[in-house]
């Protein structure tokens, strides 16, 4: 009951004008293949393979064939819950209309990550540390940063990624036995969209 009084809340607040998606952006997605589960993607190109001898040999000639596949492509996936953890604001220019946001382009799902680059440490909580991207944003005139925080507070955030896998990375745990381990990746773009109007909050276009 609780998430449908919320839907009906959002549906009541006016949509904001919010500017299009950039035309750079928008080539870059209609090239890319989506990616319907990063959980099943990152799974596929990790591979999970056991330790039976002949099962694995199997298992990892398929992952093999799957790296070699991906690797080079470009991919689109959306994502919805994690955007606003991912993602803070970091200031508003009068002068500009624009807005700051810092991206942690660490995307997590069942346990395994595709990450910006190759990550080279580990933080105190065991999670690999990635540099943060910044995103920058010119806001539609009308819209104040009080109207982009009410869209992450209210959950009404999408982020739309677009990647091109480079490889597996392997680190140590801390303290204990074992890996952390993930797919790096190169960002070609990042896009946080309003989910109701599709309206364009930020977008981030590799160079």
């Known amino acids: 009951m609780r998430r449908l009084g919320l839907v009906v809340a959002l549906s009541l607040v006016p ?3 919010f500017a299009e998606a950039s035309p750079g952006f928008a080539q870059l997605r209609d090239r890319a293949q989506p990616v319907e ?23 990892m000639k398929k992952v093999d064939a799957f790296r070699k596949e991906s690797i080079g492509k470009s991919y689109y996936l959306i994502l919805d819950d994690d955007a606003q953890q991912l993602v ?8 500009t209309h624009e807005m700051e946001f810092a991206l942690t382009p660490f995307f ?13 440490k580990l933080d105190a909580q065991g999670r690999p540390v990635i540099p943060l991207i910044r995103m920058v944003s010119k806001l ?6 009080m109207d982009v925080d009410r869209v992450f507070r209210t959950g009404n955030v999408r982020m739309q ?9 392997k680190l140590p745990k801390r ?8 797919v790096k990746a190169q960002l070609l773009g990042v896009r946080l ?3 109701r109007s599709g309206g364009d909050v930020a977008t981030w276009l590799a160079r």
């Open 88 to 95: 803070q604001p970091r200031g508003f220019s009068p002068q």
């Open 108 to 120: 997590e799902s069942a346990g395994l990550s595709l990450t910006h680059g190759q990550p080279t």
């Open 161 to 169: 990624v677009i990647f091109k896998p480079l490889g597996v990375w």
């Open 140 to 145: 539609n005139d009308g819209i104040m940063p």
């Open 175 to 182: 303290g204990k036995k074992g890996f952390v381990e993930g």
């Open 15 to 17: 949509s904001l004008a």
């Open 193 to 195: 969209s309003e989910a």
């Open 37 to 59: 589960s990063l959980a099943s993607f990152l799974s596929k190109f990790m591979g999970d393979c056991g330790t039976d001898v002949i099962g694995r040999r199997e298992c």
